[in-house]
């Protein structure tokens, strides 16, 4: 990035500085919109005198009216506008609105031959299609690439939403974005002037008064003082700001793009953009498993992350550990798979609108049982005896009757829990105590370990986007796949060596039959941190996400592998889309969370994986190894009920003095714990010590800042607790592969 990205600017209108809090930013642009007579026209005059005065070259190019008629009407600014235009410091030419075209090589040719300073260029029409929004894009392009600091005007129509701009096609091509209005109260009539949106920097939000004086406009340096006339004007003018991390809805995409301006002209109050809070490297991570980053944005100070997309298992235990808002009264949940809303409630209350839901499934050669007349296999025997006879009767050394995904991945407790639960047994017996030590259990693992060995599946250590398994399946050398019903985004989206129409999906096998087949429910819906600074604008964000129509549209493109809003799985275009989506009733059923109906899943999961991973290694003998874990999962219950109270004491005294000089004395010194058993206890339940906790807070903390232009680095160190600004930038750039410099640019 060039080094004058944050390098800023005086405007040349009096309070304005102040409302972006140091000036306008180099190099960038920022549309200037207001009904005829709110000051657009001398605002932008005012810019360019600003920077004639700083001896700038500088350009005005005005697209309604003719050049002398602008400095005739405009001479309250004292100023020799023709010494400028004769010493060439000032290029000043007007250029009708049909003709904007001939704008593009005039431009290209002026900036390339002289170092511009700034541009204004005044009248851009409103039009949001055809030739005029291309012929703008490439001005604005045009402009950009020369990183000349400019402001464009537009008007506004009483009409249109969204502060009168409507549709207009500079929205979205400008960095900030800046409302005049005049309001009537009383008889008399007043400006006002509002900044909507100033990309890379804080500012104002507030409502405030713009004058007209001799020396041009003037914004008052204080907020509008009378309480009625406050409220007033905020509910007029003042936006609110919500943010999104929703990973797919990438604002550039122009299908995204309608919807979020669906959403914009709806609530024009409110301001939408996609969050930055999370950096992209983590986006899926965020979405596997990372509750831990989820807490480490949400829980230092407010946030304008306001709706964010997260996995059903976090949205869970977010909602348990009180970190996001109830959406009781707010989402229909009779319009969704029960599972799936089951899955986003705790307690009753409902914390996330289900947006994907998926399962793991028997996946299957549909054309290869079609071939032979096969039906699909209920249980495991029937599945390998039909595997097999497919293979003998293909005569193809290289294909696999079974297959599936596993390592010591994530994914391992629930294809042992739905192993157990298929065979009619559970983690705890009648009294509450974990007990594997059975024979369902045992004849569980001992059935992973055959088909691990018979049909040698290979041990996955990748994503299972990425895994063996799948690519093996695609090339047409697996009969059966157990594997999540992802599989069927991946085939659509990836080369196969056959088409999707030869892919059957089915419920799991069963060990016996007449038993139940079981599944973990998986899926991503949408949610908002409690801690949310605008709570209201995010809910109506959520709503609208969650409407019938957008909610169809996002699923016809995004919605893999099943929408869990059922009317949409007999929808036409749905099912020109993903035709298996007619079989969601019967594939999406007897769906369970570990999280919700297993006492302290959360922390017993981990153990769950590495012992039974030591089993399907042959590592370690079954009986033994499940006795272990039984005991293993009691102990870790028993030590849970101790030590949860403290360590959440402990992680509640890091919050609040994170910005201090933190030892372990000190923390033994509050709590009334020794030392060791305070470092002891809180690794045990948070799983990591007490200085990575600070140091992931205190890193959190200074992200949030370096978005403050106001704070330098030296000061942000300070402020989150370090005394050495280079250590805290080796420490930074550590963990997050960015300088804070960097990151502040980015």
Request: proline fraction near 3%.
């Amino acid at each position: 990035m060039k080094e004058n990205k944050l390098k800023r600017i005086k405007s040349g209108i009096q309070g304005l500085d102040e409302m972006f809090y140091g000036g306008m930013i180099k190099g960038e642009t920022a549309l200037i919109s207001g009904q005829s007579g709110t000051g657009k026209t001398l605002f932008s005059l005012q810019f360019i005198k600003e920077g004639l005065k700083r001896k700038e070259k500088c350009i005005y190019v005005s697209l309604t009216e003719d050049t002398e008629e602008i400095l005739k009407y405009y001479d309250i600014l004292n100023t020799d506008w023709g010494q400028y235009l004769k010493n060439k410091d000032f290029l000043f030419f007007s250029v009708k609105i049909n003709n904007l075209g001939v704008l593009i090589p005039r431009l290209a040719k002026i900036l390339k031959e002289n170092k511009t300073g700034r541009i204004a260029i005044d009248g851009f029409p409103k039009v949001t299609g055809g030739n005029i929004k291309k012929v703008t894009e490439h001005i604005l392009k045009i402009i950009k690439k020369e990183e000349v600091s400019s402001i464009i005007t537009t008007g506004a129509s009483e009409t249109d939403k969204y502060f009168g701009l409507g549709e207009s096609s500079v929205l979205s091509a400008v960095n900030s974005i800046l409302v005049l209005q005049q309001v009537k109260k009383n008889n008399k009539v007043s400006r006002l002037i509002t900044i909507l949106k100033a990309k890379g920097t804080f500012h104002d939000t507030n409502v405030r008064e713009i004058k007209v004086g001799k020396n041009g406009l003037k914004i008052k340096t204080i907020a509008i003082e009378d309480e009625n006339e406050k409220k007033y004007c905020n509910d007029i003018l003042k936006p609110s700001e919500v943010n999104y991390h929703i990973w797919y809805l990438d604002p550039v995409d122009n299908e995204v793009s309608k919807i979020l301006d669906g959403f914009r002209k709806d609530n024009p109050s409110v301001v939408v953009n996609k969050s930055n809070e999370i950096e992209p490297f983590e986006q899926k991570y965020l979405i596997d498993s990372g509750i831990d980053l989820i807490k480490g944005v949400t829980k230092i100070t407010s946030t304008h992350l306001g709706v964010l997309a997260a996995s059903y298992n976090n949205i869970y235990n977010l909602a348990k550990e009180g970190l996001l808002t109830s959406l009781d009264g707010h989402v229909d949940k009779n319009i969704y798979l029960k599972d799936a809303v089951d899955i986003c409630s705790f307690e009753g209350k409902i914390y996330g609108v289900p947006l994907i839901v998926n399962s793991r499934n028997l996946i299957y050669r549909k054309d290869l049982l079609d071939k032979y007349k096969l039906k699909v296999p209920e249980t495991w025997d029937e599945v390998m005896q039909t595997g097999e006879y497919i293979k003998d009767r293909e005569k193809d050394l290289e294909l696999s009757p079974v297959s599936f995904f596993w390592g010591n991945v994530r994914e391992l407790p629930g294809m042992f829990l739905e192993l157990l639960w298929s065979n009619g047994a559970n983690i705890y017996d009648n009294q509450g105590k974990a007990n594997l030590n059975t024979g369902k259990a045992l004849s569980a693992v001992k059935l992973m370990q055959k088909l691990i060995n018979k049909y040698k599946v290979p041990e996955e250590k990748v994503h299972h986007g990425h895994s063996e398994c799948l690519k093996k399946f695609k090339k047409g050398k697996t009969v059966f796949l157990i594997y999540s019903s992802e599989i069927l985004e991946y085939i659509d989206w990836e080369p196969c060596c056959f088409p999707r129409e030869k892919v059957g999906i089915a419920a799991l096998p069963v060990v016996q039959k007449g038993n139940k087949s079981y599944s973990v429910t998986d899926g991503v819906g949408y949610c908002i941190p409690k801690n949310t600074k605008d709570v209201n604008s995010a809910i109506k964000l959520v709503k609208y996400f969650a409407s019938n129509q957008v909610s169809k549209e996002l699923n016809i493109k995004w919605g893999y592998p099943f929408t869990p809003e059922i009317s949409l799985w007999a929808d036409k275009e749905i099912l020109n889309k993903r035709p298996y989506n007619i079989h969601a009733k019967s594939i999406l059923k007897d769906l369970r969370n570990p999280y919700a109906e297993i006492k302290h899943y959360n922390i017993i999961e981990n153990v769950i994986r590495e012992r039974v991973y030591q089993i399907l290694k042959s590592q370690k003998n079954p009986e033994i190894t499940l006795k272990i874990l039984s005991d293993e999962i009691n102990i870790i219950i028993k030590r849970h009920k101790m030590y949860y109270g403290v360590a959440k004491n402990i992680e509640e005294y890091l919050i609040n003095n994170y910005d201090k000089k933190i030892s372990l004395k000190t923390i033994s010194g509050k709590i009334g714990l020794s030392p060791h058993h305070i470092e002891k206890v809180f690794k045990w339940e948070v799983g990591m010590t007490v200085f990575d906790y600070i140091t992931r807070l205190r890193l959190e903390k200074a992200k949030e800042l370096l978005r403050d232009v106001r704070y330098n680095v030296s000061e942000i160190t300070g402020k989150i607790g370090y005394s050495d600004a280079a250590y805290f930038c080796r420490l930074f750039k550590k963990y997050t592969k960015l300088t804070p410099t960097k990151y502040r640019l980015k």
